[in-house]
């Protein structure tokens, strides 16, 4: 059995699916399409949030957090951005964009007061931060997830 494993080999490199290649001319096309899209739709929230998921996969965080923010800034009332912004910003070193990112929580948690996954990170957001109004999100989660309450006790 050893023997066999060991006459395996690597088929030639370029034999093998060419990946990389195809990523990368993936990500040039994307990022050409996005460019003309900020230039066609400059004060378009959904053409900055969009260079911001490029620039994720791309793994540059500055240009990540600058079109999230203008994105942001743009749909000052959209919750999904806003919680974005917060889910970018959450675990940052540096205060002024943690300060950024419950502030922006705060925003999506106003904005979707329903929303059960927002509402569970504006509680823990608020309890670390020894917020008063934590007794108003309280009284707001108590009276969303009271009709889960059986199904909860039963598991």
Do not use: C
């Amino acid at each position: 059995l050893a023997l066999f494993f060991l006459r395996i080999r690597r088929p030639p490199r370029s034999t093998l699916f060419p990946y990389p290649t195809l990523f990368r001319s993936a990500i040039d096309s994307a990022s050409v399409a996005i460019g003309e899209l900020l230039n066609r739709e400059p004060d378009s929230p959904l053409s900055h949030l969009l260079a911001a998921e490029l620039a994720n996969r791309l793994r540059d965080e500055s240009q990540f957090e600058m079109e999230l923010s203008t994105a942001a800034e743009l749909a000052p009332t959209d919750a999904t951005i806003q919680f974005k912004l917060y889910l970018a910003l959450q675990y940052s070193r540096d205060d002024a964009r943690r300060q950024r990112a419950h502030t922006a929580l705060g925003a999506a948690s106003t904005l979707a007061p329903e929303n059960v996954w927002v509402l569970i990170h504006w509680l823990s957001a608020q309890a670390a931060a020894k917020d008063p109004r934590i007794t108003e999100t309280l009284k707001r989660a108590r009276r969303i997830l009271s009709p889960f309450a059986a199904a909860l006790q039963v598991r």
